[in-house]
T-cell receptor
Framework: EAQVTQNPRYLITVTGKKLTVTCSQN?????MSWYRQDPGLGLRQIYY???????DKGDVPEGYKVSRKEKRNFPLILESPSPNQTSLYFC?????????????FGQGTRLTVV | GEDVEQSLFLSVREGDSSVINCTYT??????LYWYKQEPGAGLQLLTY?????DMKQDQRLTVLLNKKDKHLSLRIADTQTGDSAIYFC????????????FGSGTQLTVLP
């Protein structure tokens, strides 16, 4: 089954404690992205990757890091989480070209930083 | 930068039609999408329309695009309680996850 898998689904952590949210896709997609969803603001892009070892900042990259060492994985790293990073996070993937232009989303990770 | 705007809330009675509206600013938008998010779930693509189309119909869903006014709407006919969700409008230049710009989402509540 084609899917984007995020882990964990829920996470509560303390300020300053490094964490990683994993994202994996099984569709051999080139593009992957991370978004955060906040009430009244919709989804805002944090980082994206066009292929292995190619990443770039989205609209709200401050406080986040990513890596793309393998095509299927795109982890989101919070080196020193702060309460303003409490949010719902989504990973997405899509092919570079083709007739199927759909972006596939993971189920989301709800992060609370206290 | 690009901006996509939606109203935050909409309530309708079961069986009525729902119309969710969206405006966007990027005139180079090529793909326009409607995503549905049910409580506790990820985003599900409902439908999309290319910028060279005016209308697209898919069962109970009708998408209308007014390119001149940069206005997109989603009509849900015979709205059911299972349609209660947040609906996101999104636009993209190339249709990929690299470049989606989302609206704030419209919370649709279907009343019995």
């Amino acid at each position: 089954e084609a899917q984007v898998t995020q882990n964990p689904r829920y996470l509560i952590t303390v300020t300053g404690k490094k964490l990683t949210v994993t994202c994996s896709q099984n569709m051999n997609h080139e593009y992957m992205s991370w978004y955060r969803q906040d009430p009244g603001l919709g989804l805002r892009q944090i980082y994206y990757s066009m292929n292995v070892e190619v990443t770039d900042k989205g609209d709200v990259p401050e406080g986040y890091k990513v890596s793309r060492k393998e095509k299927r994985n795109f982890p989101l790293i919070l080196e020193s989480p702060s309460p303003n990073q409490t949010s719902l996070y989504f990973c997405a993937s899509s092919p570079y070209r083709g007739t199927n232009t759909e972006a596939f989303f993971g189920q989301g990770t709800r992060l609370t930083v206290v | 930068g690009e901006d996509v705007e939606q109203s935050l809330f909409l309530s309708v009675r079961e069986g009525d039609s729902s119309v969710i509206n969206c405006t966007y600013t990027d005139s180079s938008s090529t793909y326009l999408y409607w995503y549905k998010q049910e409580p506790g779930a990820g985003l599900q693509l409902l439908t999309y329309i290319f910028s060279n189309m005016d209308m697209k119909q898919d069962q109970r869903l009708t998408v209308l695009l007014n390119k001149k006014d940069k206005h997109l709407s989603l009509r849900i006919a015979d709205t059911q309680t299972g349609d209660s969700a947040i609906y996101f409008c999104a636009e993209s230049n190339d249709g990929s996850a690299r470049q989606l710009t989302f609206g704030s989402g419209t919370q649709l509540t279907v009343l019995p």
